[in-house]
């Protein structure tokens, strides 16, 4: 067993009116029936601050507006602030800081229910069949918590709220290998982002190490001691990674002493506790600083230079169906665009198309990835038993990137009954790469992508299942995505590029055309960082917002 260099390096409570997220990786929801409705009454379960979440008037007038509070928009602003700056931050999703009538913020991944997806009157959940039996149901329209957005060829999941895909993902906190990192980000000094932004980043989304002692003990890592065993008798690297779930709270959720979240199946759609979430860190310094705030439920829809400097921002705030309830126009100084990936590219192609911003460059909405993701599962021995109790949050991965172009995560299939099942997310590397292009017709960005593109990752993935399998005379899961279908190739967790780096911006993330635009979330990275994402992405927000601070304000 190695850790080659996949180690890591505030959780605090929230005041009055404030988020509380929870938190979240992979897998689909198992469920089968049934589902609550919104609270009749809110019951407000996490304080806010005063003055985080605080809705933007309409006609204000702000230094710097942040579009998203996902990763690179929540390190924009606690740096920003800190700089002394302020900063308001405008979100599409809701603020996820009241229960519904379950008394949870968070619905379960086994039993999505109104919270689950964004504005779907049917759960599209990424294993959408189990042992034969279809898995999504019908479900009330919601600004819900998981966006499976559709396009062409490819279904982008991403997190909808304040926290951004901090809400929904597995934590899985893991910093590239060194020597990789430079076919990444080649415009990118290595020295400077090992040395000094991933350590900041890992320190401040609160990463670290599971306890290796308890886990190899733990009922519910079976699954991936598995997951190891079948990894290093075919000859793979199997390597721990960091997360940033608080493994202290998993020993205690074993135990029974506190209500459970990765260990009850939470991930996909919040975890209602133990998951350092962007609330719980970056989110939260922000609002120590008395200088952010939030406006939840209000989609920024316009950019465009304003008469008098700065930047006319259009603004829509929605109710909980997603219907426009009001137009707001402020003016900001400076916007950062950190709607993540999707959301960054669709806005800056749209808007460049359509005359609010034409002075951007050709490089907009070109260059973007899937990370090369697939997944699949394995069928086991009756001998080889992966746990009716599977904790949610994975700790390893099997590493062939250097031989075969995969990395793969060892997911968990929390069904609460003995499936038998291996579950592995991949990472792959694949030279495919898509652009977006307004469709005046339609109104719409679309994604030009070829699902025949996601070949060239279940090749990548086979160099370490396939071998697996004739280790252990096993054979792949033909159940998980579609009757008798191995490969769930219709989709990405981990959307990267659109508004690359030393492409449509300069090295730093500066806009090209505009003074004062800056793109600084996963838009930046050109489509693949050979492991989970969102480290990178915060180290590189770091590594900007730095500069930005030091030369720009
Ligand atoms: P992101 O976190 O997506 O934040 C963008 C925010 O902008 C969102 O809150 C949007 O609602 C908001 N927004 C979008 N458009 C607008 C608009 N027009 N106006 C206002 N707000 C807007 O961006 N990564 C890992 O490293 N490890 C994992 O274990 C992992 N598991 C994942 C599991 C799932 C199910 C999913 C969906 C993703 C997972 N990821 C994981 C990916 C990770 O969450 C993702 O790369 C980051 O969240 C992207 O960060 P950004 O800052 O780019």
Partial sequence: ?????????????LTRRRFVTGTGSLLGGLALAGHAGPASADTPVAPTPAGLCAPIPDGARVPALVVGTGYGGSVAALRLAQAGVDVHMVEMGMAWDTAGSDGKIFANTTRPDYRSFWLRTRTKQPISQFLGYPLDKDVPLYTGILDAEDFAGITVYQGR???GGSL???GMAVTPRQEVFPSLLPTVDPAEMYGVYYPRANAGLGVSSVDRTWWENADCYQYARVGRKHAERSGFPFVFVPNVYDWDYMKQEATGAVPKSALDAEVIYGNNHGKKSLQKTYLARCADTGRVAVSPLHRVTGVTPAAGGGYTVTIDRLDTTGTVVETKRVTAGRVFFAAGSVGTSKLLTRLKATGALPALNDRVGKNWGDNGNVMCGRANHMWDPTGTLQSSMPTAGIDNWDRGGAFAEVAPLPTGIETYASFYLSITRTPHRAEFSWNPATGRVDLGWDRAWKQTSIDAAKTIFDTINAKEGTIYRTDLFGAYKIWGDHLTYHPL??????????????LYGYDGLYVIDGALIPGSTSVNPFVTITALAERNIEKIIATDL
């Avoid at 067993?1 to 409570?13: E, I, K, P, T």
């Avoid at 780096?501 to 090295?507: C, I, S, Y």
């Fill in 168 to 170: 929904v993902n597995g």
């Fill in 1 to 13: 067993m190695s850790d080659r260099s996949y180690s890591a390096s505030a959780s605090r409570g």
């Fill in 161 to 163: 709220g304040v926290g």
């Fill in 497 to 510: 590029g659109g508004a690359v780096l030393g492409e449509a911006t300069d090295n730093y993330g500066r």
